[in-house]
């Protein structure tokens, strides 16, 4: 018997068929394999083929944001365990929303407020309020002196700072991180946190003055 093989695509599933002058004989589908993501590939396009379920696409993206996540719900936390769940929970809700990401913004921009979104989500589901004060909160402007960029800040500084950080009310810790740390503008800090505008810039008056305070204490200390 002559026969000869082709493939024949039926409702997007492709068939290998071995031709007769009979009637044919369908074998195993033939699966496609899945695409490789490249890492040469801009966040936008590992993000569309993310939301498709490319799951190398997804693991690309999960390799070059983890450590910028967990940075940051450390930073917002103080707590290590905290930070190492909250982050497992982000990446767990990105890969749900993925595919709703249309570029808008960059990708970076987009997972960081998730993120931060989700860290408050974690405040609120512990608890944690915010101290409440009076919505005027006009108070001037009082950086802590040699914190303005605390990225470019000699190492020793750091340590002390984020160790003085971490000793503020939560309140106070919330708002700064956001503000000092992440750039939140605070008409933004006050739609996350479900707090007025005034009430964003006491807390963050409050926790510079607390700083300084702290830091003072942490020279004195040094010097004794």
Known sequence: MDLTSSAIVADDVVFQVEESTSAPVFLAPVEALPEIAQASESDFELAQKAGTGNVSAFEL???KYHRRTYSLCLRMTQSAT?????TQEVFIQLFRKISSFRGDSAFSTWLHRMTVNQVLMHFRRRGVQNEKTTDDGEM???IVRGTENHTKMPILDRIGLDKAISQ????YRTVFVLHDVEGFEHEEIAGMLKLS???SKSQLHKARLKLR???IEQKTEVKK
């Open 82 to 86: 905290e930070a190492e769940d909250l």
């Open 61 to 63: 993206i999960y390799q």
């Open 197 to 199: 505008v005034g009430t």
């Open 213 to 215: 305070k702290l830091l």
């Open 140 to 142: 001037p402007e009082q």
């Open 168 to 171: 503020l009310p939560n309140g």
